[in-house]
Nanobody, 125 residues
Framework: QVQLVESGGGLVQAGGSLRLSCAAS????????MGWFHQAPGKEREFAAGIFWSNGRTDYAESVKDRFTISRDLGKRTVYLQVNSLKPEDTGVYYC??????????????????WGQGTQVTVSS
């Protein structure tokens, strides 16, 4: 079992920044990937970024790769998503997810085994 707890969301003006956190407990392995997904109002959950727990290798969706940075702190068992230059279309719930055993960063939400409760980000124009 894996438990994921997100925090760090909030209301921010366009152009602003936030740092989202995801505290993980349970069975996260070297071969695990931690992902961040964005769900805009009325839309499907979409992959934003992923990181390998062991070596820190990352992958990003094209739409965010110049503005978002994913990182992890092994000692704190926490994954972060630094979101910069926020746009109104970035509004939505951001979810942390764990793909427990995988050879690469997968972008489909269906591939992830565990999910957090989400943290709301609202970007005002």
């Amino acid at each position: 079992q894996v438990q994921l707890v997100e925090s760090g969301g909030g209301l921010v003006q366009a152009g602003g920044s936030l740092r989202l956190s995801c505290a993980a407990s349970g069975r996260i392995f070297g071969g695990s990937v931690m992902g961040w997904f964005h769900q805009a109002p009325g839309k499907e959950r979409e992959f934003a970024a992923g990181i390998f727990w062991s070596n820190g290798r990352t992958d990003y969706a094209e739409s965010v790769k110049d503005r978002f940075t994913i990182s992890r702190d092994l000692g704190k068992r926490t994954v972060y998503l630094q979101v910069n230059s926020l746009k109104p279309e970035d509004t939505g719930v951001y979810y942390c997810a764990a793909d427990v055993i995988t050879p690469f960063v997968r972008r489909s939400a269906d591939e992830y085994d565990y999910w957090g409760q989400g943290t709301q980000v609202t970007v005002s124009s």
